[in-house]
Structures are given as structure tokens and as C-alpha cells.
């Protein structure tokens, strides 16, 4: 029975803003649908689109211009609507695909692609829209609500394989394991059922995944029993993603509405997350945004970064060749030098199986112990990482008979370093490392050979600070990075 229905004009001022909806539900139903439309969906004309493409840049430092041809490219430019649910009891996730015409299914068995089952409670009901990006004069929207008092039928999904994931995690031990930090599936706008996502992950040699939706979590549980079933360690989290840029936050201990996540109070929303347990990363910061890529490009002014755990110094596809990377890798520097303590992360931004596709990285995290959602973590929290294109890396500093690594604190005073680096068998790609650079704020930049994978040297450090390492060489016969280590940190202890 049809229990709702309204229609909304959108008008430009609506724009990054969240709309609601409410509506009454009745009791005794076990199925709910909620059929969103709008239109129209896209920005054809031509004038309009460089206009609003030339607007979005002016607000962003974006790392290298487009020419004119590069924004015809982007014509047409689409409206970008994301749906949310609240029962007035809780929150039911977030639907991110953007598309004009959509059926969102709730019900105690079942739900649709980005929220989760629940039965269904009597009582006034909260549709929001938010309205991620607009390129037309206006944006005309139909809701219509139907309840049901028997179950639907539902979709299945085949099977994706039965591949099983090798842990050499120990007690007691360090490993360096390596982890995928930011991936999605269905629930948001990716394209692979959790087992699928799960075995993609085993096929390229994931330790572990972290799942980050774009918010929304209806999807970690359903990947974490595929992870236990054949062997994948699971992280559960979420990806903010607002109107001025995307976070990744990981651990499952903070529950922050996203919708709340605005300019002026995103810095205590960070903190908050941080005191509950949560890692947060800064996602893509530099990658352009609106009107070309909503939100993705970061517009916040974060004004306390001690409490950011992490930043995506490599994102996606050609992680190392990115004039968009770069540029993040350069901010990251600039904050390690001001003495923020921040570690390198490789987020691949998972969406797809993408069998062939472009470069990508690994994240490498130094894990205490046995693998999981916790020490994952506390590897973070600590910052022993490092990212790389098809090279496993040691690095060692020796003083006195003790070992230090990355992300450790160290004294000042004279060390050994030690570097020893390994191709990975099953990297796809063609990179080759050539030199390891050690730079920092408490050295001269030096350049040192790679002889039968180690490199060796005396160093002194007389003034607290950093020093990190970086793998340099090519990427497709191109100069580039090969891997970015974390630092270590130089304090008077």
C-alpha cells in the first residue's frame, strides 16, 4: 500500500546541502520501498559546463591545470543526489550511486545496497537527500513510500571462488603484512558483493582489507564473514564523505553521523573519532573535485593535525605518476616538517575487480602480533607503514645493539642503517628501483646505491626532528618514486 508520496524543487542554493523528508509508517509492516527520481540528470550545454568546471577549480589548489579540451571531456556533467534513511530510532545507511531513478528496499531480512536490515518501525521516518552536486538550474524530485505486510522477494548472488588467504602473522612478532586501506563494494558505489571483494583481495595478495563505504557500514559485517571463512583479515569502516572532502575512518569505535560533518566543526568530529578509538586518514586530498568528482578533493581547513593518524599520499590508479599524488606528497612533507607525525598511506580506492587495469600500490604495515582489525590499527596509530610499487622494504638503524624502525622514536647520536629491499614475485607492473633516498629535517638529502638489494651506511643525527627513506627509480621507463617509507622520529629521550 502506498503510505507517502511528495515531490521537491531543488534550486541552486540547495546545493551541499542535506534535505529532509519525513513521513508517518504504520505498524504491522514488514517491508518498506522508497522509490526516489529526479530530473533532469545532466548539464549538456557547453558554456554552462566550463563555467561551472572553471568555478569548482578556482575553489580547489588543483595540481595541474586542464586545458580547454580536457573539460570538454567532461561534458556532460551530471546532478549527484545521495540518499539516507533514519526510522527514527536509528540510522540505516546511505545509498551512493548517484543514479536518477531508484528503489531502496528495507525489511528485517533484506535490505538494498547500502542499508541495513531492520525491522520495520511504526513512527515517523527521515528521508534525506543530500545534494552533492548541482549543474542544472534546477533539480525536480518524486518520492513515493510503500509498505508491505508480507516479504518480497529477494535478489541472490552466486559464487566468486574459494581462494584462502595465507597468514604468517605471529604472536609476539613483528610482520610487515600487506593491508588495502580503502575499499568499497555495493553498499556504496562499488561493483563487487563482499565475497567477490574478498577473493580479489586474496588473488592479489591482501593480508587484510579495510571495507570504507562511502557512508555507510551496512556491508563490513557481510565482509568480515567472508574474510573469516577463507582466512582474510577484515577491517571495518567507513569513508565521510562530504560536501569538502572524504576521510577514511577505521576501527568500528566512533559512530558519527557524517551528515553533522561540516567546515567549522569537522576538526572536533577528527578528535572525537580519535578519543573512541578510530584511525582517521585524510582520503585523496588532492584529486579534483566539484563539479568533476564530488567532494573528493579536500576543502577543510584542519587546524590540529596531531589528531590525524594518516594521510593518502598515493591514491588509485598510477599512484606514483599522479601529478594529483605529488602534490599530496608534497603537503605531507610540509606537515611533517611543521612536527606533525603523520604516516604515508596507499589508499587504491577499491571500486572495481579491474582486471588489467592501470598501476597500482601496496601498503605495507608493520603488524605486532597476530593480524587484525586492532593491530591494524595500532600499526597505523604508530606509523609503521610504508607504500610501494612491487618492493617489500626493511628499514633498520642500529645503535648501541638495539633496532629501530619505522615510525620508532629515536635519541640523537650516531647509528647504523641498514635498508634492504625485495621485488614482490607478484607484483604486475613494470617499476624498477634504482636508489634509496634518506631526507628528512634532521639531515643533509643523501643518495645511496642498491647492491644485490642493501644498502648500508653510517648516519649521525644531532637535532630532533624526522628522517624518512624513499625508493627511487621508474615506473613504465619513467623517473618516479618506487616506495615512500613513514618516518622516524628524532626526540631528545
Known amino acids: 500500500m502506498k503510505i507517502f508520496e511528495t515531490k521537491i524543487h531543488i534550486l541552486p542554493q540547495d546545493n551541499e546541502t542535506h534535505v529532509n523528508v519525513n513521513f508517518d509508517v504504520p505498524d504491522g509492516l514488514k517491508c518498506l520501498t522508497v522509490r526516489t527520481s529526479y530530473s533532469p540528470k545532466y548539464q549538456y550545454e557547453e558554456s554552462a559546463c566550463i563555467r561551472l568546471i572553471d568555478e569548482g577549480l578556482a575553489s580547489q589548489d588543483v595540481a595541474q591545470e586542464l586545458t580547454y579540451e580536457d573539460k570538454r571531456r567532461c561534458i556532460p556533467l551530471a546532478n549527484h543526489i545521495a540518499w539516507s534513511l533514519c526510522d527514527g530510532d536509528k540510522r540505516l545507511g546511505t545509498e551512493h550511486r548517484h543514479a536518477p531513478d531508484q528503489l531502496h528496499i528495507i525489511s528485517e531480512l533484506y535490505a538494498s545496497n547500502g542499508f541495513i536490515p531492520t525491522p520495520i ?18 533539480i525536480d524530485v518524486v518520492v513515493e513510500v510503500e509498505g508491505y505486510e508480507r516479504h518480497l522477494d529477494y535478489p541472490s548472488y552466486g559464487e566468486y571462488g574459494d581462494r584462502r588467504a595465507s597468514n604468517d602473522s605471529k604472536s609476539g612478532k613483528r610482520t610487515w603484512q600487506r593491508v588495502e586501506m580503502h575499499c568499497h563494494t555495493v553498499a556504496s558505489d562499488g561493483d563487487m558483493q563482499p565475497q567477490e571483494l574478498a577473493q580479489n583481495a586474496i588473488a592479489r595478495g591482501y ?53 553533522s560533518i561540516t567546515p567549522s566543526n569537522v576538526n572536533a568530529k577528527i578528535i572525537r573519532a580519535r578519543q573512541l578509538g578510530d584511525i582517521v586518514t585524510l582520503a ?11 567532494g573528493c578533493h579536500n576543502r577543510f581547513k584542519i587546524t590540529n593535525w596531531d589528531y590525524v593518524t594518516s594521510y593518502e599520499v598515493w591514491s588509485h590508479f598510477n599512484p606514483n605518476l599522479s601529478a594529483a599524488n605529488m602534490a599530496a606528497k608534497r603537503e605531507w612533507v610540509s606537515l611533517l616538517d611543521k612536527g606533525y607525525k603523520l604516516c604515508a598511506l596507499y589508499g587504491y580506492d577499491w571500486h572495481s575487480p579491474d582486471e588489467g587495469a592501470p598501476n597500482y600500490a601496496y601498503t605495507y604495515l608493520g603488524i ?34 638495539k633496532i629501530y624502525g619505522i615510525g620508532d622514536t629515536v635519541s640523537l647520536g650516531a647509528y ?15 617499476t624498477r628501483l634504482e636508489k ?7 639531515c643533509k638529502e643523501r643518495i645511496f646505491d642498491v647492491a644485490d638489494g642493501e644498502a648500508q651506511s653510517e648516519i649521525y643525527i644531532d637535532k630532533i626532528g624526522y628522517l624518512r627513506l624513499e625508493g627511487l627509480g621508474k615506473t613504465d621507463g619513467k ?3 618506487i616506495f615512500i617509507a613513514s618516518p622516524i622520529y628524532i626526540e631528545e629521550v
Request: proline share 3%; hydrophobic share 30%.
Open 207 to 259: 593480508k587484510a582489507i579495510c571495507v570504507t563505504d562511502h557512508n555507510t557500514v551496512s556491508n563490513v559485517e557481510a565482509v568480515k564473514k567472508c574474510g573469516e571463512k577463507y582466512g582474510l583479515v577484515v577491517a571495518g569502516g567507513i569513508e565521510w564523505t562530504t560536501f569538502w572532502g572524504h576521510m577514511t575512518v577505521i576501527g568500528q569505535n566512533s559512530d558519527i553521523d557524517w551528515k
Open 121 to 138: 518501525r511504526a513512527g515517523k521516518w527521515t528521508l534525506t537527500a543530500s545534494i552533492n552536486g548541482m549543474v542544472t538550474p534546477y
Open 368 to 401: 605486532d602480533g597476530e593480524l587484525s582489525q586492532q593491530s591494524i590499527c595500532q600499526a597505523v596509530e604508530y606509523g609503521r607503514t610504508y607504500i610501494t610499487m612491487g618492493y617489500e622494504v626493511s628499514v633498520e638503524l642500529e645503535k648501541d645493539g
Open 436 to 442: 634509496i633516498k634518506l631526507t628528512g629535517n634532521v
Open 284 to 294: 585523496h586530498p588532492k584529486r579534483i573535485g566539484s563539479p568533476l568528482c564530488m
Open 416 to 430: 647504523k642503517l641498514t635498508v634492504k629491499v625485495k621485488r614482490c614475485e607478484d607484483y604486475p607492473y613494470d
Open 479 to 481: 623517473e618516479s618514486d
